[in-house]
């Protein structure tokens, strides 16, 4: 089996660049409709231009999402939409409605189709059935375990891959087939507009007597912890899976950055042999929710709290010779120590003291805190898309 792919979730043009340049071998993404993250800002038809520039110029691939479940009114344009991405050579059509499947094969068949997750590709004669069709990957069920995986890749050619989830929010529901948020708010999840209500707090009653579920931080009683897979790779690439799927495509740049760069530096040490503990350590520094392995060595179980993640402070975006620019995300004060993540390893974890800054109008500053606003970090140089981040404070 060939290298496996680190494959990272874009949900728009500034989070993809920065998946890329902290190690992704792949982007994933969606274009204005048909996706399930309708949350996202999305690609347009130039932004799907520009995606597929950015990765293929640093010779990575880019799939893109068609994975609602269809109604007759939304094939209408289908045709269309996907001549304009084989125009772009993109590299995979993630797919989770049979028919849409069905009608790529036949009429498209230059552009490889990917059964997305949200088909619930759970057993070997499932999978044998679209490898038949001719599809070129399966996104496995988030719901199977490390033998069912193997017996799966057993049954299919070499010719078909498998990816598979390692990292990030797991549904309630399975492999994310929910009504919660279509009958609460009626917005489907099944056609990518989800609230997310899972996640809420929420307060259980019983008959005339209220139960309260108490926590520092709310009781949310749907919301399992996040998968966690980055000490098991050598187990999942064994298994048969070419692709690590991490998810977050409405999380912000510093996720992004900080799980895939965590993954890429774990699977190349998984790779030749060496420990993960150090990258282990970095997913703790990103938002969770806590974490366990999901269901790859059985039922899941609930392996803690979410911990105590670092604040995004601002993402480098331009070096200069008299110190970085960066666009602020939380506030930062002249003074303060941060910590830069970066994908250069001579920058990852350095420890820096904010200087004094200026705004690009060359107004000096000792306090960033407009959300947004660019701010001169003066004789401090920094790699372009490298993040600041605050470690939390002990209590």
């Excluded at 994975?67 to 050579?89: A, C, P, Q, R, W």
């Excluded at 520094?285 to 999901?294: H, L, M, Q, V, W």
């Excluded at 975006?317 to 001579?346: C, H, I, W, Y």
Aim: neutral net charge; glycine residues 8%.
């Amino acid at each position: 089996m060939t290298k496996p792919e680190i494959l990272a979730p874009a949900g728009d043009m500034k989070r993809l660049d920065v998946a890329l340049e902290y190690g992704a071998d792949a982007v994933y993404l969606a274009g204005k409709r048909l996706g399930m993250r309708a949350a996202c800002k999305n690609f347009d038809y130039d932004d799907l231009k520009a995606a597929s520039l950015a990765a293929h110029s640093r010779h990575k691939k880019f799939y893109v999402t068609l994975n609602i479940f269809m109604n007759d009114s939304d094939f209408g344009g289908v045709d269309e939409y996907v001549d304009y991405l084989k125009s772009l050579h993109v590299d995979g059509l993630i797919v989770s409605d049979l028919g849409l499947i069905n009608h790529l094969l036949k009429k498209h068949s230059g552009v490889p189709v990917h059964v997305s997750t949200q088909a619930n590709v759970t057993n070997s004669g499932t999978a044998k059935m679209y490898a038949d069709m001719g599809v070129k990957r399966i996104v496995l069920a988030r719901e199977l375990d490390l033998n069912q995986i193997r017996k799966i890749r057993d049954c299919l050619p070499d010719s078909v891959e498998l990816e598979a989830f390692v990292h990030g929010a797991m549904c309630i529901s399975y492999s994310g087939r929910c009504l919660l948020s279509n009958y609460l708010t009626g917005r489907s999840a099944n056609r990518g507009e989800c609230n997310q209500a899972c996640r809420m707090m929420f307060k259980p009653e019983c008959s005339d007597e209220t139960l309260e579920f108490v926590q520092d931080d709310g009781t949310y009683i749907f919301g399992g912890n996040d998968l966690n897979m980055i000490e098991h790779l050598k187990e999942v690439w064994d298994a048969g899976v070419s692709s690590f799927k991490i998810e977050g495509r409405v999380k912000s740049e510093y996720y992004v950055a900080c799980i895939v760069n965590a993954y890429r530096k774990a699977l190349d040490a998984t790779l030749a042999g060496k420990p993960v503990d150090v990258y282990a350590n970095e997913t703790l520094k990103a938002p969770n929710r806590g974490f366990n392995t999901g269901f790859y060595y059985g039922q899941p179980k609930h392996d803690g709290n979410p911990q105590k993640y670092y604040d995004f402070c601002g993402i480098v975006m331009r070096d200069q010779n008299d110190g970085a620019v960066v666009e602020m995300r939380n506030r930062f004060k002249t003074g303060e120590s941060l910590e830069v993540l970066s994908p250069d390893d001579e920058y990852l974890n350095k420890i820096i003291e904010v200087p004094i800054m200026e705004y690009e109008d060359g107004e000096k500053i000792t306090d960033a805190k407009v959300p947004a606003k660019r701010v001169k970090l003066l004789g401090v140089r920094l790699p372009e898309l490298s993040i600041l981040r605050r470690p939390p404070k002990r209590q």
